[in-house]
């Protein structure tokens, strides 16, 4: 088991920034990428950002390319998404989530989900 607790989100006006949290514990040997996905209201859950745990490699979804930066802290045992230049579009509920698969985009790979934080960007 995995369990993941997220944190960072709030309200912000469009251009601002905010930094999402994701710390992970249990048994996370097996786990091969944290990532992020967000889920907008009446919308289905999307992928925006990955990060492998052992080597570091990083995976962006086209829309966020540019403005969000991933990153991890293995001390820490913490992902953290670093989210700039925020858009109204940008309002969901975003949630972290661990996977074994070294394919990260699809939702439907990813075994453990923390409970989600609301970012809200105004215009």
């Known amino acids: 088991q995995v369990q993941l607790v997220e944190s960072g989100g709030g309200l912000v006006q469009a251009g601002g920034s905010l930094r999402l949290s994701c710390a992970a514990s249990?048994?996370?040997?097996?786990?091969?990428?944290l990532g992020w996905f967000r889920q907008a209201p009446g919308k289905g859950r999307e992928f925006v950002a990955a990060?492998?745990?052992?080597?570091?490699?990083?995976y962006y979804d086209d829309s966020v390319k540019g403005r969000f930066t991933i990153s991890k802290d293995n001390a820490k045992n913490t992902v953290y998404l670093q989210m700039n230049s925020l858009k109204p579009e940008d309002t969901a509920v975003y949630y972290c989530?661990?996977?074994?698969?070294?394919?990260?985009?699809?939702?439907?790979?990813?075994?453990?989900w923390g409970q989600g934080t609301q970012v809200t960007v105004s215009s």
């Open positions: 989530g661990a996977t074994e698969n070294r394919w990260v985009y699809g939702d439907y790979v990813y075994d453990y």
């Open positions: 249990g048994r996370t040997e097996d786990t091969y990428a």
């Open positions: 990060v492998s745990w052992a080597i570091g490699n990083t």
